[in-house]
């Protein structure tokens, strides 16, 4: 099961291959923001990948709408639509960063 780490927690966790980062990481307890329940439309589970990008799946039309909308630079991805694939990845989630500024 790849593993992969969020940054702000300094924790690692394993998500099953397939799952999105947004369902493993609420399997282990970790919550972030997922305001609009997974659907695409919120941008609150944003995530930037640290490590890994490059083995991730292409984001799917629904990610693709917000993010052209948001005009989100490649490495950030939506939680709720980026599945895990068999490499590890590194993450910052977005809204634990801003809590984490100064
Ligand atoms: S939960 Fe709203 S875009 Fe991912």
Redesign the pocket.
Known sequence: MPSVKIIELDREINIPEGDTI?QGAMAHGITF??????????????VKVLEGLETLRERNSK?DF?AKAMMLDPEFR????TEVSKAPLVISIVSLAREQRP
């Open positions: 947004l923001g997922f305001v609009c329940g997974g659907n695409a439309a919120c941008g609150t589970c944003l990610e917000l939506l939680g709720c639509q």
